[in-house]
C-alpha cells in the first residue's frame, strides 16, 4: 500500500522528450509495456517513482541510439527479470500456452460446437425457419 | 446502539438458517417470510452502523478506524462501506434483499420451484452472514475510545467511489439469487422456457447495476488516480470483468432458453458460473493473493475463508448440475447457422474471453508457484482478448436478423462489401486531425458498424417511423445496447491510439504546446478544504478560438498522512484536455518549477456513454412486461 502512495507523490522530473516524433511514439509505448520495479501494478509511463523516471531516461536514450524495441525489452528484462515486461515472453511451453491457450480454445469450441452439429442436425430442408419477432 | 445491530445480524442469521430449511423443504409461505424477516434484520443492522458512522462514533472500532470528525458528512456515511467490514455488511445486505425482493415478486404457478430459490439463496445467506460475524465483524468496541478518527483513505473522499461499491455489490450478489435459481431449477430438473422466463429479469437486474458500478469505478480512476487512462488490466478491475463477461453471456443464452427451450444445461451452468466468478472476484481482491493497484483490506485467513466458500458452494452447485443437465430437455432442432448458432458463437466467445482474463490474471501466480516471477498486462491483452472480442462485434450487425432454427444467408455478401467500405473510408480519410494507423481504422469502422447495425435491425423489425415507440421494450433495450457497445469501442480505439501524453515542466509564466493548445502556467497557490491542504496550479489554455482555465490541485490529506490528485479536466465536446499536477523543484537559487502530466484524449466519454447505454438497454429488457408471467 505505502508503495502506491509513494507512487501518487508524483515525483516527476522535468523529461526531456525525443525530437523525432516517431522514436518518441516508440518510446512511450514501450513504457507502457515496461513495469516500474518500485511499485505495485504500474508501467513506467504512469509511475511517479524516481527509479520509473531513471528507466524512462534509458528507453530514450537506447531508443535515439537507434535500438530496435526488442533489443530494449531483452536490456529490461536481462537487468530486472522477466518479471518487469507486461508482454509476458513466447517461448518455451508456459509462453506458448499463455498466448495459444485463448485461441486453441476459440477454435477448439467452434470446432466441438460444429461437430456435434452436423451429427445432430436432421434433414436441413425439414427444420423450418421461425423469424424473431422479440428479443 | 452497535450492540443491538450485532444483535440484528445474529437475528438475521437465524431468520436465513429458517429460510434455508423450510424453502429446501418446500414451504414457499414460510421461507418467504423468513426471507423478509432476515432481510429487515439485517437492514436495522447496517443501519446501526451509518448511524455510528453519522455520529462519529468512536468507541466503535471500525469508526475510529475509518472516519474522522473533519470529513464532510457525506463521506461519514460512505465510510460504512469504504472498508472491508462494512463492505461485507454491505454485502450482506444486497444479498438478503434479493431474497426478500425474490419472495416477494416470484409470482410463478411453481411453489415448490420458488420454495427451493429462497432455501438456495438462504443458503447462501447464512454463509456470508457467517462470514461477516466470523471473520470480519463491524461490530466491535474499542474502549477506551479515542478522541479522534483515523481517517478515510482520502482516495476513497469521491462521489463516484462513494456509490461505486454498492452498485457493484448489487450485480456481484445479485447473480447470487440467479445462481438460486439456476440451483432449484435444476433440482426440480424443470429448467425450461418457464424458467428462464422467471429467471431472466433476475440476470437482468444484477447485469445492470455491475455495468454502472464498473464504469464508475473506471470513471473514478481517470480522473482521480491522473494517470490519464480508463483501464489498466489491473487483476482487480479484471476480477469484476469476468463475471460481467459471463453475465453478458448468460443474458444472451437465456433469451434462447426462453423462447425455444434449447441451451437449458448451458444456461443454468452460466447462471452458477456468474455468481462463482463474483466470489472469486471477491477472492482475488481480498486475500492479496495478486498485487494490485488497489487491493485493500487485505488479509490471508478472510482469503481462506472466502476460497473455502467458493469451493464448497461453486463445487456443489457443479455436482448438481452434472447429476442433473443430462436430465433437461432440449428444444427444436437448428442448424449451425441459425439464431441459436449465432447465440451459441457469441457465448463461445465470451466465455474464452472470460477464460482468457482468468488465464492472463492468475497466469503470474502459477508462474510464481513454479519459481518464476512474470507479469502480464495490457499488451497482453490487447493481443488476445480484444481481437477474440472483435468478432463477436464484427459478426454481431449480420446476425441478429438470423431466424430460428435455420437462417437466410442469401443477403451475406451485402454485409460483407459493406464492412469492407467502412475501413477502406477509414483508412483512406485517416480520420481528419487524429491520423489513424490501418488497426485502429478497423477498429473504428467496427464501432461504427455496430452503431448502424443496431439501427438497422430496429429498423427492419419496425418497418416504419410510426410503429417506432410501438416497438417491445426489450427490442428497444437491444437496439440501444448495441449501439452503446460501438460508441465504447470508438472511444476505446481512440483513447488507445489517438491520445497524447506529455511531461511539462513550467514555472510561472512559462508556457508549452501541446496538441494544439497553448498552456500557460500563471500561478501555484496553496489553498485549504476541511480536511486538507492543496497546491493548485492555475492555467490557462488556449487553442485558436477557445480558451480554458484548469485548475489541477495536489491535495494532502494530514489524517491520513496522504497525498491524492486532484486532475483538472476541460472537455471541448471532441476531447478532454486533461492535466494533473505533480511536483514543485527549486533549483539553486532559481524560480520553482512545476511539473504536469498533460493528454489530450479524444472521445474518452463515448466510453462511459456508450457503458450507459448498455446499462440502460438491460434495464428497459427487465422492465418489459412481457418479462414476467408465463410463456406464450
Redesign the interface.
Same mark, same amino acid.
Given at each position: 500500500?505505502k508503495l502506491? @502512495?509513494a507512487s501518487? @507523490?508524483? @515525483?516527476? %522530473? *522535468? =523529461?526531456g522528450?525525443l525530437a523525432d516524433p516517431d522514436q518518441e511514439a516508440r518510446a512511450?509505448d514501450l513504457m507502457? =509495456?515496461i513495469?516500474c520495479v518500485a511499485c505495485?501494478? =504500474? !508501467?513506467i509511463?504512469?509511475s511517479?517513482s524516481d527509479i520509473a523516471a531513471d528507466m524512462r531516461e534509458r528507453v530514450r536514450t537506447m531508443i535515439a541510439d537507434g535500438a530496435s524495441d526488442d533489443e530494449v525489452r531483452d536490456w529490461f528484462s536481462e537487468r530486472y527479470? =522477466?518479471?518487469? /515486461?507486461?508482454? #509476458? &515472453?513466447s517461448k518455451g511451453f508456459?509462453g506458448l500456452l499463455?498466448?495459444g @491457450? #485463448?485461441?486453441i480454445?476459440?477454435v477448439g469450441? *467452434?470446432a466441438l460446437? /460444429?461437430a456435434v452439429? &452436423?451429427r445432430? *442436425?436432421?434433414d %436441413?430442408n *425439414?427444420?423450418? #425457419?421461425? #423469424? !424473431?419477432e422479440?428479443? | 446502539m452497535i450492540e443491538a445491530g450485532h444483535f440484528a445480524a445474529i437475528l438475521a442469521l437465524v431468520f436465513s438458517a429458517v429460510q434455508a430449511f423450510t424453502g429446501l423443504r418446500g414451504n414457499r409461505g414460510q421461507s418467504g417470510l423468513f426471507a423478509q424477516l432476515a432481510f429487515a434484520a439485517m437492514v436495522f443492522a447496517f443501519f446501526t452502523l451509518l448511524w455510528a458512522f453519522a455520529r462519529s462514533d468512536f468507541s466503535v472500532q471500525l469508526v475510529a478506524a475509518n472516519s474522522h470528525t473533519l470529513k464532510p458528512f457525506v463521506y461519514k456515511l460512505a465510510g460504512t462501506w469504504g472498508n472491508h467490514e462494512g463492505s461485507m455488511a454491505l454485502w450482506c445486505v444486497v444479498g438478503l434483499g434479493f431474497g426478500a425482493a425474490g419472495a416477494w415478486l416470484l409470482k410463478s404457478d411453481r411453489p415448490v420451484f420458488e420454495a427451493r430459490a429462497l432455501g438456495v439463496q438462504g443458503i447462501l445467506s447464512l454463509s456470508s452472514l457467517l462470514y461477516l460475524l466470523l471473520a470480519s465483524s463491524p461490530f466491535t468496541r474499542l474502549d477506551p475510545a479515542p478522541l479522534q478518527g483515523q481517517g478515510l483513505n482520502p482516495l476513497l473522499q469521491d462521489p463516484a467511489l462513494a456509490i461505486h461499491p454498492p452498485m457493484l455489490y448489487l450485480g456481484y450478489v445479485g447473480y447470487s439469487f440467479v445462481f438460486a435459481l439456476a440451483a432449484a431449477g435444476l433440482i426440480e430438473k424443470r429448467v425450461d422456457r418457464q424458467w428462464a422466463k422467471t429467471a431472466r429479469p433476475w440476470a437482468l437486474a444484477a447485469f445492470v447495476p455491475l455495468s454502472l458500478g464498473i464504469a464508475l469505478g473506471s470513471y473514478w480512476a481517470y480522473y482521480e488516480l491522473g494517470w490519464g487512462g480508463w483501464w489498466f488490466w489491473d487483476p482487480v478491475e479484471n476480477a469484476s470483468l469476468m463475471p460481467w463477461l459471463i453475465g453478458a453471456a448468460l443474458m444472451h443464452s437465456i433469451i434462447v432458453t426462453e423462447k425455444r427451450g434449447s441451451f437449458a444445461a448451458w444456461t443454468s451452468l452460466l447462471a452458477v458460473l456468474a455468481f462463482c466468478f463474483s466470489l472469486l472476484g471477491a477472492f482475488l481482491v481480498r486475500s492479496g493473493v495478486l498485487t494490485s493497484v488497489h487491493a485493500f483490506a487485505v488479509d490471508p485467513l478472510r482469503g481462506s475463508f472466502l476460497l473455502g466458500g467458493l469451493l464448497v458452494l461453486g463445487g456443489s452447485a457443479l455436482l448438481l448440475f452434472a447429476l442433473r443437465a443430462p436430465k433437461l430437455k432440449g428444444g427444436p432442432d437448428w442448424l449451425a447457422t441459425s439464431r441459436e448458432g449465432a447465440l451459441m458463437g457469441n457465448n463461445l466467445i465470451l466465455t474464452v474471453a472470460t477464460a482468457t482474463v482468468l488465464l492472463g490474471t492468475l497466469f503470474p501466480l502459477i508462474a510464481e508457484a513454479a519459481g518464476q516471477t512474470i507479469s502480464v498486462g495490457e499488451p497482453y491483452f490487447n493481443l488476445t482478448f480484444t481481437p477474440i472480442m472483435a468478432l463477436a462485434l464484427l459478426a454481431l450487425p449480420v446476425v441478429q436478423a438470423w431466424a430460428w432454427g435455420k437462417a437466410d444467408l442469401s443477403s451475406l455478401w451485402k454485409w460483407a462489401g459493406g464492412f469492407a467500405g467502412l475501413v477502406a473510408l477509414f483508412w483512406l480519410a485517416g480520420i481528419g486531425p487524429f491520423d489513424i494507423p490501418l488497426m485502429a481504422g478497423i477498429g473504428l469502422a467496427l464501432g461504427v458498424w455496430l452503431i448502424v447495425g443496431a439501427g438497422q435491425e430496429m429498423w427492419r423489425r419496425a418497418k416504419s417511423l410510426g410503429r417506432l415507440p410501438k416497438m417491445p421494450l426489450r427490442v428497444w433495450g437491444m437496439t440501444l445496447a448495441h449501439a452503446g457497445l460501438g460508441l465504447f469501442v470508438i472511444g476505446a480505439v481512440l483513447q488507445t491510439s489517438g491520445r497524447t501524453q506529455t511531461t511539462l515542466a513550467l514555472e510561472a509564466g512559462e508556457s508549452a504546446n501541446i496538441a494544439g493548445w497553448t498552456v500557460t502556467l500563471e500561478d501555484v497557490r496553496s489553498i485549504e478544504g476541511p480536511n486538507w491542504y492543496a497546491d493548485r496550479a492555475h492555467l490557462i489554455a488556449t487553442k485558436p478560438g477557445t480558451k480554458a482555465e484548469l485548475n489541477p490541485q495536489k491535495r494532502y490529506y494530514p489524517a491520513a498522512r496522504m497525498p491524492t490528485t486532484e486532475t483538472a479536466i476541460h472537455k471541448t465536446g471532441t476531447a478532454d484536455l486533461y492535466v494533473a499536477l505533480g511536483d514543485g523543484r527549486r533549483a539553486a537559487g532559481g524560480p520553482t518549477r512545476w511539473t504536469f502530466e498533460v493528454f489530450v484524449n479524444p472521445l474518452i466519454d463515448f466510453i462511459y456513454v456508450g457503458v450507459i447505454l448498455i446499462g440502460l438497454g438491460g434495464a428497459l429488457a427487465m422492465f418489459d412486461r412481457r418479462g414476467s408471467g408465463k410463456v406464450s
Open positions: 500500500m502506491i @502512495l501518487l @507523490l508524483f @515525483l516527476f %522530473a *522535468a =523529461e522528450q512511450q507502457r =509495456e513495469r505495485e501494478n =504500474e !508501467p509511463s504512469n511517479g527479470g =522477466e518479471f518487469v /515486461l507486461f508482454r #509476458p &515472453s508456459d499463455l498466448w @491457450l #485463448p485461441f480454445l476459440l469450441g *467452434a460446437i /460444429l452439429r &452436423s445432430k *442436425a436432421s %436441413a *425439414a427444420i423450418k #425457419p421461425v #423469424p !424473431p422479440d428479443v | -
